[in-house]
């Protein structure tokens, strides 16, 4: 099994850390399995892991080589959105074969990828989370799912058979109405939120909730809103009284807690039916 | 004539020392025009400028009051949003005879209102840009475009005859697919926006330029962006080179710069062929 992971958004300056972090990981845990950090994770170009360019180049290799048998996205950050569609059309047949994983700027990636048909798109922790407090346990959570599809690495509140997908809710946002948006009609909707202002947070809900696409949604659950920005005055409510508030105004069921966020307990959601 | 002044997103604390301000503006440069603050002004709800219920009960109010010939939006913030479809489905006749002036937040009011086919939308100075440096001109200038239309108040590169749109950027953003969203088909559209990253600007423009919607406009002008956050590292490039990436890339127009902003030189665009 090989693994290859590429950073399609920002720049990686620490993936020689996390690279030997994650070998580590994955020679205790799952010894055989190699992961393959492609040299376009050292590039840098301003804010970017390399150039549009050269971020779509890597990616695109990856996808369409048959030896690899994953593609996991190296970090988030921003800017993964830019290479997304042209790198999606210059994918063949071996892509599709593949296990995608990833979160957060990942996002645009994951909802092209699902919109497009692919089999096997998850939600769930990447590399780079290896240099996170308790990092160590989403790495092999990631791996868990990447080599074996194991049951424990997923969300436990996944309903069998019922199609699911997650997001972060400002990727997702900013997604809608463009080529990414894949259509989550009957799915359960998982989204999680870091470094926001409540009042943008607010905003965003309203963006989601009034959104005929996303009003087709089974229902919404929340997953962890963390270092949530100053909002001054206070904004009233917290992240679940927003969210529960935009979906009672659009009749989109609220269906709870989620257990993902930008954290290390952040466990993978399948899209699909999984 | 006289001018409401309702305050339908954020908290308005200043609100009678704006209110001094502008009556005095008014008396000097339009005498015999009466300036309405009306008193949900003053109320305040945590974030907002009194709870929603409040805010629009506030804005119907004066929308329908046939005794009043403009409403003029207090100040930008957050949180019109939450109150306009319900709001703008209350409104009567008496409403569509207005003029509608504002900027920032109300913008999701000028999108409501401009897709129901009121006649007189525009974005420009608000009440409380009469406490910014030079703000007395952009008051002033906001009077003369509400009581008399003056072309001196008008954003000066605005084509006679073809349809015009201005947005805060985000704003924008945030109401694409929503049933605030107007059709810009064929219109010049002005953008401008405060106090956000570069990266955030750029995820922005590529969530307007990759929409069906927007890729209809005729051209994009881009209008001051101000206060812009800080990027680590740089983020290459500027606010400029950001639009006209995404205008390129999507073929949409760039027509180059717009003389609006949140500042006190902010020049009056009225929706539509004006």
């Known amino acids: 099994m090989r693994i290859a992971v590429v950073a399609p958004s920002s720049r990686f300056d620490d993936w020689r850390e996390v690279a030997e972090r994650v070998e580590a990981i994955a020679a205790r845990t799952h010894p055989g399995v190699e992961i393959y950090f492609h040299p376009q994770c050292g590039l840098a170009d301003h804010h970017f892991a390399g150039t549009d360019a050269e971020r779509a180049a890597a990616l695109v290799e990856v996808a369409n080589d048959a030896a690899l048998d994953a593609v996991w996205f190296a970090r988030g950050g921003y800017g993964s959105n830019r290479i997304a569609e042209r790198a999606l059309a210059a994918f063949g047949p071996a892509a599709r074969d593949k296990a995608w994983l990833g979160y957060s700027d990942a996002g645009f990636l994951l909802a ?77 909707l998982l989204i999680e939120e870091v470094s926001e202002h409540l009042y943008a947070i607010d905003r965003a809900l309203f963006h989601l909730a009034a959104n005929p696409a996303i009003r087709r949604v089974a229902g919404i659950r929340l997953g962890r809103v963390g270092d949530i920005l100053p909002n001054d005055p206070a904004f009233g409510g917290d992240a679940r009284t927003v969210v529960r508030g935009w979906c009672e105004r659009y009749g989109i069921p609220y269906l709870g807690d989620a257990d993902i966020g930008h954290d290390s307990a952040n466990k993978v959601v399948p899209f699909g039916p999984g």
Chains 1, 2 share one sequence.
């Open 112 to 188: 092209g990828l699902y919109r497009a048909g692919f089999a096997n798109v998850a939600h769930g922790p990447m590399p780079r989370d290896a240099v996170r407090d308790g990092g160590e346990a989403a790495v092999e959570r990631a791996l868990d799912w990447l080599v074996a599809r194991s049951p424990a690495a997923l969300e436990p509140g996944l309903e069998p058979g019922r199609p699911h997908a997650a997001f972060n809710l400002t990727v997702l946002g900013m997604l809608l109405g463009t080529p990414l948006e894949p259509d989550l009609s009957d799915h359960i």
